[in-house]
């Protein structure tokens, strides 16, 4: 696993309705009831490659949500063609990608070097390994959990903070919802890639705009 895959993937031509997230890419399709959810979802697990890939779908009312991976770094340049032919695959059926409805919530949890407990996480949410670094829900359905080293020089010995992966163009809306919902920016040294925020007590969230920006940001 390496960097090229998602890379890859940013720049290739033919892949508007899909945003790069935390946990890989993924695509959000509008649809007008349940039923012609259920009807692309069956088209899409019949995508050639798409079966036995590691691809999550979700049913709803009014959209079927794709994700070719559960983690980033599991994008291969071949996701590229096979999301492509999902896109293919929707327009047929007559659904429209949403990029504002993708998102990607998870959680952070810091510690010092030697006392991260991943396995912990693990057992407790019932979860199972992606990454060396990560747990995620099998059933798709929560959030996924990963560990950070805490600086050394933090007088901290533990934290947690949650991580919301957008679109790159959604991401300074979504940062407008939050501070007219009352919160406030703790850190924006990295936008317009993130932004650290707090609510009133102090619990803090980061938006972020990568992985879905970073090759544009570099062009």
């Known amino acids: 696993m390496s960097e090229r895959g998602w890379q890859e993937f940013l720049l290739a031509e033919g892949l508007e309705d899909w945003v790069v997230l935390h946990g890989g890419a993924t695509a959000a399709f509008r649809v007008e009831s349940l039923a012609a959810s259920a009807?692309?979802?069956?088209?899409?697990?019949?995508?050639?490659?798409?079966?036995?890939?590691?691809?999550?779908?979700?049913?709803?009312?009014d959209r079927l949500t794709v994700r070719l991976t559960r983690d980033l770094w599991m994008l291969e340049p071949r996701h590229v063609e096979l999301a492509r032919a999902v896109s293919a695959v929707a327009r047929s059926h007559g659904a429209s990608?949403?990029?504002?409805?993708?998102?990607?919530?998870?959680?952070?949890?810091?510690?010092?070097?030697?006392?991260?407990?991943?396995?912990?996480?693990?057992?407790?949410?019932?979860?199972?390994?992606?990454?060396?670094d990560n747990g995620v829900d099998p059933?798709?359905?929560?959030?996924?959990?990963?560990?950070?080293?805490?600086?050394?020089?933090?007088?901290?010995?533990?934290?947690?903070?949650?991580?919301?992966?957008?679109?790159?163009?959604?991401?300074?809306?979504?940062?407008?919802?939050?501070?007219?919902?009352?919160?406030?920016?703790?850190?924006?040294?990295?936008?317009?890639a993130a932004w650290i925020l707090a609510d009133r007590a102090g619990n803090k969230v980061c938006i972020a705009a990568w992985p879905d920006g970073a090759a544009r940001s570099h062009t």
């Open 39 to 61: 009807n692309l979802a069956q088209a899409v697990a019949e995508v050639t490659g798409f079966e036995g890939s590691g691809g999550l779908v979700t049913i709803a009312d």
């Open 97 to 132: 990608a949403d990029r504002a409805a993708v998102q990607e919530v998870q959680l952070a949890i810091a510690a010092k070097a030697d006392e991260i407990d991943l396995g912990f996480w693990r057992a407790v949410l019932g979860y199972t390994p992606m990454s060396d």
């Open 139 to 192: 059933l798709g359905h929560g959030t996924t959990v990963w560990v950070q080293e805490l600086d050394v020089a933090k007088p901290l010995r533990h934290a947690m903070h949650i991580d919301v992966s957008v679109a790159r163009e959604h991401a300074e809306a979504r940062l407008a919802a939050a501070l007219a919902a009352g919160g406030r920016i703790v850190d924006d040294t990295e936008a317009p």
